[in-house]
């Protein structure tokens, strides 16, 4: 009678384990990505510098152009946190500025975000956004080098 | 050469270890002693015989020593061959470890940092409050198809 060799007596049940415990991995992460937002903030530096657009604006390059007057637009810094209710990301900006993200409690697929970007102790601009999954603001306006910051801020 | 000493001879020359010049002198001894002669002679035919019968049992235990080593040879080329081929668990082990391996890359990929193009899937966006304690802010919409932007104004300088 041909015996089993102890390699596949050993593998033989631990393989639909190690799948089960895959399953339940995934499961955890998918359950947490749905209860946190990635807020992704890019920070673009615009001015008449030039004729250049950064390509990894993507599809927002035309819409820059043609909402604003100036000629090149260079990406300068990009970061993403991942934030859950209650929880508050920083990110740091060009020229010693900061902003600070806060994930407010929303209802269906809404984002609220609170907003606070600061130049050392001044406060530039605090506000509260609603967006949707996939949504995107831009904040602009603080001088930089001879040209402004862009900020866009997107969360999904 | 005394009886004794032409025993001792006998066995040598029957084990072959009897030297050359000493064959001469127990074979003057043999002519001459018919009880060592017949010792010689018995002694002598026993190696013939043992080859004889070892011969003849070898050939009765023929066939089961070929059926034993078939049984051997078959043992060493079963061996051979699974130390050839791939076991159970190399060729089906990568799944599991491909699958957590993907499952880690996903969870421990760099999120802070992204290089990826904006792909925004929309600019529905509402600003709830809005206020600045240094400059002034405005609130720039220029359609639905295009983001909405909040504009800091400091100092008149932008």
Known sequence: MPRRKPQARLVGPTLPFLGLLLLALLAAVSSEAAETVTVDVGAIYASNEGTSIDPALGTIREKLRSMFNYTSYKMLDRKRRSLSVGETGEFELPGRRTMRATLLPAQGDKIRLSIQISEGARKLLTTTLGLRRGGMVLVGGPSHQAGVLILIISAE | ?158
Not at chain 2, 4 to 19: Q, S, T, V
Request: net charge negative; charged share 25%; hydrophobic share 50%.
């Open chain 2, 1 to 158: 050469m005394d009886c004794r000493a032409a025993r001792m001879n006998i066995e040598a020359k029957a084990d072959g270890l009897l030297p050359r010049e000493a064959e001469g002198e127990l074979a003057g001894h043999l002519a001459g002693c018919p009880a060592c002669a017949a010792e010689d002679a018995a002694i002598s035919a026993t190696g013939p015989a043992l080859r004889a019968l070892t011969g003849i049992r070898a050939v009765g235990k023929g066939p089961a020593l070929d059926a034993m080593w078939t049984r051997v040879r078959a043992g060493i080329e079963e061996g051979r061959a699974a130390r050839r081929r791939p076991s159970w668990i190399a060729r089906w082990v990568w799944i599991p470890a491909a699958a957590a391996l993907a499952v880690l890359a996903f969870l421990f990929y760099p999120a802070g940092t992204d290089r990826s193009p904006f792909h925004p899937s929309t600019f529905d966006v509402a600003v709830e409050d809005i206020e600045s304690d240094v400059a002034t802010v405005a609130l720039v919409d220029k359609g639905e198809d295009l983001p909405r932007v909040i504009w800091i104004i400091e100092d008149a300088k932008t």
